[in-house]
């Protein structure tokens, strides 16, 4: 039987003013089809709620670049879902804020790239921290719940206490400490991005030791990358189990960086219902369950609770999507993951040193 | 962290603010939606998290479920405190009244 999704992850444009050298959007943005305009997002949110999701996180790229911003929020709590906002920041003013407020929206979550302006404003290639300062304030005032969130890197990572000491004097209740995950851009810099095991072993200490600290202060919320862990993660709860992901085109994707597994076709939500894309899409279908599995997968007590990780990872690693997820310990290709992270652990360079080695996104 | 079986009478659990009841279309039943995701609930968990509104006491939700559901209060009491300290674990449910944390009664 086909599950129901609960989560519509949907990505309303590429552009962005940021230009973080992690982002996860794919290198290669599909350029011939135009953005899904302001009712062709009405359609997807109404379909998505028909199909029983709950929640839809509106992402991009930055959405606050879409003029419609408003009007898509107030459809998509219109058609009965939460709504939270994955921003930048920039753009949202004390008005803005509250018109998106008064559209019924549930969470604002702003990233900041350092806790330090200069640090910040290099990681994203653009002078950001101050409109995110700005942003952050307006979410304030109107009372808005707002999650702060940090992808962490070598070129922050040493920095965890002062990241937190800046959350908490910004009066956030919530961050997200969330390490790089590979895919997209982050991948392609993965060579000057991943820190070394020594940093990530310090970073959970300090973890640890704040949530103690500031225990009724803020929630901290820590995400280790698969890189560092010793099984694979569930990757979005299952392929087409959980989760339906739309992007700025409308190509509807199991996972948002389905792109990077090669000779997987999607379909369109100009061309289908997100029902029949959920139940018929072979995309969707060709690794839902567990029969496409291969060993050590099949045989594994873990295979319901890991899904086998992540086909993206497994296609960007080995080349081939249906192999297990080499970051578990089991996958014959784990040594690959190792090779990895051994040309990739050189000491904390200095920010000259990683503008010359890293690709700034930029769009298209 | 508070343990469960010290939340006192006459604490006031609301939920997050980020947290909101919502019924879900699939099943009917209530589900609680926040920022990572969704958890569906079953029938009593749906009537605790009602009476979850900011303004009610742990005493007045015992008392006001046990006459909805024919039994004593004190009898829910363990099960409502074990539920509540669950979802204030998982950053759920917030605690007014009461200082929420037993490390600021420390001398």
Redesign the interface.
């Known amino acids: 039987m086909i599950p129901?999704p609960?989560?519509l992850l949907a990505e309303l444009t590429y552009r962005c003013p940021l230009h973080c050298p992690y982002c996860s959007n794919p290198v290669r943005y599909p350029t011939a089809q135009p953005e899904l305009d302001t009712d062709e997002w009405i359609r997807v949110f109404q379909q998505a709620?028909?199909l029983?999701v709950?929640?839809a996180l509106l992402s991009g790229g930055e959405p606050l670049q879409r003029k419609d911003i408003g009007t898509l929020i107030a459809a998509a709590h219109d058609a009965?879902l939460?709504t939270?906002l994955i921003t930048s920041g920039v753009g949202l003013t004390p008005s803005s804020a509250k018109r998106l407020k008064l559209a019924g929206l549930?969470?604002v979550?702003i990233s900041f790239q350092a806790d330090d302006p200069v640090l910040a404003n290099s990681i994203a290639g653009t002078n950001a921290f101050r409109l995110k300062l700005l942003a952050v304030r307006a979410v304030q005032e109107i009372?808005l719940?707002l999650?702060l969130n940090v992808v962490l890197h070598r070129f922050n990572i040493h920095r965890i206490p002062q990241i937190i000491e800046f959350a908490v004097s910004l009066q956030a209740?919530?961050l997200e400490l969330a390490n790089t995950q590979y895919y997209g851009w982050a991948f392609k810099n993965r060579k000057a991005l991943l820190p070394s095991f020594q940093q990530i072993e310090v970073a959970a200490q300090v973890v640890a030791e704040a949530r103690k600290t500031y225990?009724?202060r803020i929630?901290i919320?820590y995400v280790l990358s698969d890189y560092y862990s010793p099984r694979p993660k569930p990757c979005m709860n299952g392929w087409g189990r959980r989760y339906i992901c739309v992007n700025p085109i409308g190509d509807v994707l199991p996972c948002p960086t389905a792109y990077e597994i090669p000779n997987l076709t999607f379909d369109n939500v100009r061309a289908h219902s997100l029902q029949w894309i959920w139940e018929h899409s072979e995309a969707f279908n060709c690794f839902r369950g567990t029969e496409w599995m291969q060993e050590p997968c099949c045989s594994c007590p873990y295979k319901e609770i890991d899904f086998g990780g992540c086909r993206c990872q497994a296609a960007l690693l080995t080349g081939d999507p249906s192999v297990t997820d080499p970051v578990c310990e089991l996958s014959p290709h784990h040594p690959l993951l190792e090779q990895q992270l051994q040309v990739s652990t050189p000491p904390l360079s200095p920010m000259e040193e990683m503008k010359d080695k890293m690709s700034y996104r930029v769009y298209p | 962290m508070i343990p469960c079986n010290s939340l006192p009478p006459n604490v006031i659990p609301k939920l997050a603010p980020y947290a909101r009841l919502q019924q879900d279309r699939v099943t009917g039943k209530m589900a609680l939606v926040y920022p990572e995701g969704v958890l569906l609930l079953n029938d009593t968990g749906a009537a605790i998290l009602r009476l979850c509104d900011g303004h009610t006491d742990l005493a007045t939700i015992c008392s006001q479920l046990g006459e909805q559901y024919s039994v004593s209060a004190d009898n829910l009491l363990a099960d409502v405190q074990t539920y509540l300290h669950r979802l204030y674990q998982r950053n759920l449910i917030r605690f007014d009244g009461e200082p929420p944390s037993c490390d600021q009664k420390r001398p």
């Open positions: 129901r609960f989560g709620a028909d029983g709950l929640h009965g939460y939270n549930d969470n979550q009372d719940p999650t209740k919530r225990q009724n929630e919320l």
